[in-house]
């Protein structure tokens, strides 16, 4: 069995959600289900990249995380394209095995029976501006597939007026999950630096929204990866 992997990279903190600066390694797989129109990681999306996608064992992906962390037991995080739509169960079997810990970040399209054996699963439904239809049946099945096992949190990125309501409406239907909010980057060509002043100004945006709307629910963040490297890849 071989999994389409796009990159393995680290250690390096998650620069998003729950896990924000916690060290990590990532383990990025090729191939979504989606095609958000802002994606900032399209090199694993679009089948266009297919050829530079690795088909790899559970076994082979093992021994480089094993390799990047030295051995020593830290998180790994499982990103893409959506790794839901691929079987990581072996994967998180090894890991887990040597006292590592799992961490995914998936759209919450596809259910999988390993997000239990996770400690943390970021479920991140897409808002209008994406221009992607969120399967709500989907979302929910990826919850209870879930179960008791993992930290489940939700991620919302934030682009405009439009996705901030979509957000406050969404938040609702779920009074229970821990909400991140992040702000939408418009600028994701991995050839060109971010402007950071715009980046910091779009943060202070999405805060200055939801603390003059008196709602408290929601850790505002910002992808501190992108502030500190940009848009470069592998880090
Ligand atoms: C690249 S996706 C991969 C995992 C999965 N497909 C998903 O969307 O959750 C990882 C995270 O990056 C966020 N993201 C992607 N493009 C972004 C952008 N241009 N600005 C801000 N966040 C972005 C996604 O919403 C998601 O929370
Ligand atoms: N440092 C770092 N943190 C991240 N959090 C989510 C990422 C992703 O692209 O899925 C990401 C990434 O690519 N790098
Ligand atoms: S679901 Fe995630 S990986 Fe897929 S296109 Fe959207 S942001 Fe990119
Ligand atoms: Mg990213």
């Given at each position: 069995m071989t999994l389409r992997i796009s990159e393995i990279f680290g250690p390096t903190i998650q620069?998003?959600?729950?896990?924000?600066?916690?060290?990590t390694v990532f383990v990025r797989a090729g191939g979504c289900d989606y095609r958000c129109v802002w994606c900032d990681s399209l090199h694993a999306v679009d089948s266009a990249y297919r050829r530079d996608w690795a088909p790899m064992t559970p076994d082979a992906i093992w021994a480089e995380v094993k390799r990047l962390s030295s051995g020593q037991p830290l998180v790994v995080s499982i990103s893409g394209g959506n790794p839901a739509i691929q079987d990581f169960g072996p994967l998180i079997a090894l890991g887990r095995a040597e006292g590592y810990g799992f961490a995914c970040e998936?759209?919450?399209s596809v259910a999988r029976d390993w997000f239990a054996d996770l400690d943390t699963l970021v479920l991140s439904p897409k808002p209008p501006s994406s221009?992607?239809?969120v399967d709500w049946a989907?979302?929910?099945?990826?919850?209870?597939?879930a179960g008791l096992g993992p930290q489940?949190?939700?991620?919302?990125?934030?682009?405009?007026?439009?996705?901030y309501l979509?957000?406050?409406?969404v938040a609702e239907r779920y009074p229970d999950l821990p909400l991140y909010l992040q702000p939408g980057n418009p600028e994701v060509d991995p050839d060109r630096p971010v402007d950071l002043t715009a980046a910091l100004a779009r943060l202070e945006g999405l805060i200055d929204r939801v603390t003059a709307d008196g709602?408290?629910?929601?850790?505002?963040?910002?992808?501190l990866h992108m502030l500190v490297w940009g848009n470069?890849?592998?880090?």
């Open positions: 620069g998003e959600g729950a896990l924000i600066g916690v060290p998936t759209q919450g221009y992607q239809v989907a979302f929910d099945a990826c919850l209870a597939a489940v949190g939700m991620k919302i990125v934030i682009f405009d007026e439009a996705d979509w957000a406050r409406e709602w408290f629910r929601p850790r505002v963040l910002p992808q470069k890849r592998g880090v």
